[in-house]
């Protein structure tokens, strides 16, 4: 088999229980405020913020019952691949229990590392590389490696 050389991932963070729902609850659309015309696989950062606010707000629209310690804080925690960006006029039956807007990256191939990475992160997508990359790519089967695709 050939090995694949991947020099870093693009990285989104997202505040807690966000990431959490990503890749403990195949959440398939994470909302923003601004849009990307990028596609491709990207590492899921949990940022090291926690809301009180947050978790209430999540547990009553989603009839969840997170609390801060179910999660992990500061860390990469699963990749997945962004494959389109909707607005609410283009939500479907596959987006809608998740989608809040304006815009949605839907999400597919979410994968759930067996352990969180810890690392900084930034608002917007930035690069996940170094010893951060390699303990992500590492928790990967090959299977999983081979489907990683460029977001570009």
């Known amino acids: ?12 963070s997202l505040d807690q229980p966000f990431a959490h729902m990503i890749c ?5 659309v994470e909302s923003r405020n601004w849009t990307t015309k990028r596609r491709g696989t990207i590492a899921i950062h949990a940022t090291a913020k926690t809301s009180k606010q947050e978790f209430e707000w999540v547990n009553r629209q989603f009839g969840l ?3 801060p310690a179910d999660v992990d804080f500061a860390s990469v925690i699963g990749i997945a691949d962004v494959v389109d960006v909707i607005t609410e006029d283009q939500v479907t039956k596959k987006t809608s229990k998740w989608f809040i807007g304006p815009y949605g990256f839907v999400l597919e191939n979410i994968v759930l590392l067996p352990r969180a ?6 608002r917007k997508f930035w690069r996940l590389k170094g010893n951060a990359l390699e303990q992500t790519l590492s ?5 999983q490696l081979q489907q990683v695709r460029p977001f570009v």
């Open 65 to 67: 019952n997170l609390k």
């Open 1 to 12: 088999m050939q090995k694949i050389k991947i020099d870093y991932l693009s990285a989104l």
């Open 139 to 143: 928790q990967l089967t090959p299977t």
């Open 24 to 28: 403990h609850l195949k959440m398939n």
């Open 117 to 122: 990475v810890p690392t900084k992160g930034n």
